[in-house]
């Protein structure tokens, strides 16, 4: 604390990352990292950067970025954005949408960073409640709030919402934006882009860090009609000129291009996903249905509690994600690594099974 | 424009950068960018980055690039903020240290950019006017301003402040948070960074930009007392956790561990700008004594003005960057470039005066 911070520093309640322990003996599941390298396409374009490109300032409107997602996803340059990871595009399209309007609605149970954008630019929170079964109904948002965000799958729980339930929504909700935060899409949920053209409320947002393994490198994307684009640029410019650096873009552009090795990885990790699956509900563990690259589990009646094992997990250097709130105080989640991982993953469990009973 | 965005993206006025047109025909002297590549310590860095370390999130806390630039600067590693660009550093110190206050005071010719934070942020700005030498006193500065901010060097001008200047401001000014925005300090300016140990409300900016070649790179510093530090981490915190990409830390880290090489590049930079200055003189400009690695030059009453020179530069795919602003309506900033960058901008000038004449 000092007397020299400004009062809105005193309101807020940072985020807090997954932990970052690193080393051989590690098997890190508790921040959604892809377990797979990019593709080596990525680390060629990477190299071949020179010093003329780092001794100049990057393109800032990052065209060739933003053309090669325009091409991939179908639309136009102009209904593309991209920024320093999709975090960056959350916090600048917060102050450009929900800044000076009604409540802003979320799932009570979602990314944990919506609550922290509301307390730093004094947004009111409204947070609409999941089912009992950590579903996300949209008939729960008001067509009144002023302005709707949620992920799509949902997390923690990696559930996903269909894309018919989502153009129901935007076919009743017109008064605000509509941010759908497709961070885990590439996983298996519906994208809503295609519905961009036809909505002037929506905006998706998209990430590199996940399904294209490139967490280290930062790098976001977010697709809407080009007025909600051109809004979001005027924050950013009043802002950050310059949010993407050179080899950032270099390197999105090429993990763009290279969609083969991307499918195989991603379909490795879906594969896993079915596995570590089957395996925790053969121990008596309750796991939602993920359409994402993590699983949300609930330990069963027999076995040693989330938070046990948490701990339990934590001291043999087995990182998940734990929670201690109410509503998911007895579950964990855990990204899907390697098959390799996800076998330590079970025998750890295994073993703190054993001592338990 | 569009309903859904929020009021305050009505009143924005986004910074606008200098033009970034490139090839091989082009002398770029717009964007004060260095004209030498940076260290080949900084490229053999980006080229070990592996897939694992782009597949993973980056140390959101940037201990290994903090700490090299702690001894580097001599102060621990809680006095040190790293950030995207120094820009974001400003931006988030902004909303850190100056909303909610009394007016915030900057020069009234400075970087462009700090008048849109104060739109961006609903900050009262209370510009101070130069003197009529473009010199700025630092006497001018009210002792009860919400906050002060300054280049050292001053940017357009190139000119700097005196290291005892600031410190009887400091002695004078305690009411808020002083941020010297040093991002031209390399090329001659007293840095200020040796004070904040003795002023708890003193922060010291600096870039990876300028000095260290790596504009393409997005790195910025900033040196403080560790309070006014968390205070601005928990703005970060709260907006975007992992800004600084992996590459981008490692080749910071590389730059810093290379003086020498930084030191040659910047005494030819120095070299040129002693050159540039006297040709421009010879040619009856005037030319403020510049600390930084751009100048900024007058025509004199027998030559072509300044805006008609930036067409006829511009015409030639000679980049320099002229504002039609009052003040400095007759005036260009000029980026040092190599010599051979600058033999093309003077014969450039000197073919428009025998035009003209």
């Known amino acids: 604390m000092t007397r020299f911070q400004s009062k809105l520093v005193d309101r807020l309640n940072p985020y807090v990352p997954g932990e970052q322990r690193h080393g051989n003996s590690v098997t ?21 950067v020179t010093g003329d490109d780092l001794r100049r300032y990057p393109d800032p409107e990052a065209i060739a970025l933003r ?19 999709s975090d960056e595009t959350l916090g600048l399209a917060f102050m450009a949408f929900f800044t000076g309007k009604k409540p802003l609605q979320f799932p009570d149970i979602s990314y944990s960073f919506y609550p922290v954008y509301c307390d730093l630019f004094s947004i009111e929170p409204d947070p609409v409640a999941l089912g009992e079964d950590f ?4 008939d729960a948002f008001s067509s009144d709030a002023g ?21 129901s929504l935007l076919q009743r909700y017109t008064e605000g934006v509509v941010i759908i935060d497709e961070a885990y899409a590439d996983f298996g949920a519906e994208s809503a882009i295609a519905l961009v053209k036809r909505y002037p409320n929506l905006m998706v ?18 697709f809407a009609q080009a007025h ?17 650096d050179a080899i950032a873009q270099a390197a999105a552009v090429a993990s763009i291009q290279d969609e083969t090795y991307y ?14 699956t089957e395996a925790l509900a053969e121990r008596g563990f309750s796991v939602l249905p993920s359409a994402a690259n993590f699983i949300f589990a609930s330990p069963g ?44 993953l079970l025998d750890t469990i295994d073993q703190a099974a054993s001592v338990a009973s």
């Open 28 to 48: 890190k599941l508790n921040t959604n990292e892809n377990p797979y390298p990019p593709s080596p396409a990525v680390l060629q374009a990477i190299t071949a």
């Open 147 to 167: 302005g709707i965000i949620f992920p799509n799958p949902n997390a923690p729980t990696g559930m996903a919402v269909s894309l018919d339930a989502i153009e």
């Open 301 to 344: 009646p027999t076995s040693p509690s989330a938070a046990s094992l948490f701990k339990t997990l934590n001291e043999a250097d087995v990182l998940v994600r734990y929670w201690n709130k109410p509503a998911i105080e007895n579950w964990l989640r855990i990204s899907i690594g390697t098959d390799e991982e996800v076998d330590r």
């Open 67 to 85: 053309k090669a997602l325009a091409d991939y996803e179908g639309v136009s340059v102009d209904e593309v954005y991209v920024s320093n990871g």
């Open 228 to 244: 909600l684009i051109n809004a979001l640029a005027a924050v950013k410019n009043s802002f950050n000129s310059y949010p993407l």
């Open 263 to 276: 499918q195989q990885t991603t379909l490795r990790i879906i594969d896993t996903r079915v596995r570590l």
């Open 205 to 222: 947002t998209r990430t590199f860090s996940k399904g294209r393994s490139l967490a280290g490198m930062r790098v976001g994307a977010a």
């Open 135 to 138: 579903s996300l109904s949209l």
